[in-house]
């Protein structure tokens, strides 16, 4: 799934404070499998998705802990 796709999934778990809330489980996989096949640096993976390394490491720490 291309970046711009999934920044737009995510947008729609964003809370006001600009915090994800209750990302769906499917979201969490496709962010979890974009994560794996991104060949990139980390900071452009976050920056595709629109969100900063502590906003996203929660989604993905969250999906890790699961």
Same mark, same amino acid.
């Given at each position: 799934?291309?970046?711009?796709? !999934?920044?737009?999934? *995510?947008?729609?778990? +964003?809370?006001?404070? $600009?915090?994800? &809330? ?5 979201? !969490?996989?496709?962010? *979890?499998?974009?994560? +794996?096949?991104?060949? $990139?640096?980390? &900071? ?23």
């Amino acid at each position: 799934m291309d970046l711009v796709t !999934l920044k737009k999934k *995510l947008s729609t778990y +964003e809370s006001d404070k $600009g915090y994800l &809330k209750n990302v769906s489980d499917d979201v !969490l996989y496709e962010v *979890l499998v974009a994560w +794996e096949n991104w060949t $990139g640096p980390t &900071k452009d993976f976050y920056r595709g998705l629109g969100f900063s390394h502590a906003q996203m490491a929660g989604v993905v720490g969250n999906e890790v802990r699961q």
